[in-house]
């Protein structure tokens, strides 16, 4: 399973950035998928996950309400809508794919098989 995560870029505080992860060597469907994120200093941050065909969604408590995590396995592709960034947001965004993750390490990165390469968000205040 190989992720690769775009959708990156330089965006004023306040503004959207909508992150895409493709996958490629197995279907996504049987994966729980996560965005995790690391800011430089910092350890890293649980983003969001969803569950295998979109069930169930799980957020960080610092991002609950502003931003969406969605999946198209027709298209094998995870997407992370980040709305009304801030500053703090700043950092390197992974995508993560796990299978039998259980819902009390659904936050945990070590609980994820398969990482992608990270592409990352700044935001200017």
């Known amino acids: 399973v190989q992720l690769q995560a775009s959708g990156g870029g330089l965006v004023q505080a306040g503004g959207s950035l909508r992150l895409s992860c493709a996958c490629s060597?197995?279907?996504?469907?049987?994966?729980?998928m996560a965005w995790f994120r690391q800011a430089p200093g910092k350890d890293r941050e649980f983003v969001g996950a969803?569950?295998?065909?979109?069930?169930?969604?799980y957020y960080g408590d610092s991002v609950k309400g502003r931003f969406i995590i969605s999946r198209d396995d027709a298209k094998n592709t995870v997407y992370l809508q980040m709305n009304s960034l801030r500053p703090e947001d700043t950092a390197l965004y992974y995508c993560a794919a796990g299978s039998g993750i259980i819902i009390s390490t659904i936050r945990l990165w070590n609980a994820y098989n398969y990482w992608g390469q990270g592409t990352q968000v700044t935001v200017s205040s």
């Open positions: 060597g197995r279907s996504i469907s049987q994966y729980t």
């Open positions: 969803i569950r295998r065909s979109g069930s169930n969604t």
